[in-house]
């Protein structure tokens, strides 16, 4: 597998139900960031966590990062349909070197 | 809140042509990137720009690509002679070196 992949590729949920995204990467990272992309659009940052942090908290969402089994989730609390979008992990190996993505997950909120 | 501006926002080229997509950073910004993502794909680091120079590139990155920074506040790439499988969507991003990566809205590349 490559650096970066999320899991599942697809997740359709009712609407106030709660969201969970996977990723996975292989090598040392600096830090892992989630994106989301709405169709067709550009790449908006959610948050970042760093390699010594464990969780991180912003709003709706709740990243975990796991340095040990390399892997990280996030969690979108109660999710609304302008929830729906894909949405990328991203890894930085060092503070300001490239970001290498994820696949993505597209999730689906039914409303 | 400052954002990184990219035009156009949509650019149809023939084969074979040169394209220059501009990208206007945030300010205080010292590291430039782009990257691309094809239709339906993941997406790919073409390039990272540092003190006027390029600090890293992929192999994605050939002698069509070049970047440059003709001014202190646009970052350009250009692609000399486009190929159809260079029809994408081309962001670009810039940070500061201690924080997330800020990307624009993107310009989709369609080369026919």
């Known amino acids: 597998s490559q650096q970066g992949e999320e899991d599942p590729q697809a997740l359709s949920i009712q609407e106030g139900e709660n969201a969970t995204m996977n990723c996975s990467y292989k090598t040392s990272i600096n830090n892992l960031q989630w994106y989301r992309q709405n169709s067709g659009r550009g790449l908006v940052h959610l948050i970042l966590?760093?390699?010594?942090?464990r969780e991180k908290h912003s709003g709706r969402l709740r990243v975990t990062l796991d340095t040990s089994k390399k892997s990280s989730s996030l969690l979108i609390t109660a999710s609304r349909a302008a929830d729906t979008a894909s949405y990328f992990c991203a890894t930085g190996k060092f503070g300001n070197e490239k970001l290498t993505f994820g696949t993505g997950t597209r999730l689906t909120i039914i409303p | 809140e400052p954002e990184v501006t990219q035009t156009p926002s949509h650019q149809v080229t023939q084969m074979g042509q040169e394209v220059i997509l501009r990208c206007v950073p945030i300010s205080n910004h010292l590291y430039f990137y782009w990257y691309r993502q094809i239709l339906g794909q993941k997406v790919e680091f073409l390039v990272s720009f540092y003190n006027n120079e390029i600090s890293e590139k992929s192999e994605i990155f050939d002698d069509q690509f070049s970047v440059e920074r003709p001014d202190g506040s646009n970052f350009t790439l250009k692609i000399r002679s486009t190929k159809l499988e260079d029809s994408a969507m081309y962001f670009c991003?810039?940070?500061?070196?201690?924080?997330?990566?800020?990307f624009g809205q993107g310009t989709r590349l369609t080369v026919v």
């Open positions: 966590i760093r390699s010594n942090e």
């Open positions: 991003a810039s940070m500061t070196g201690r924080t997330e990566a800020f």
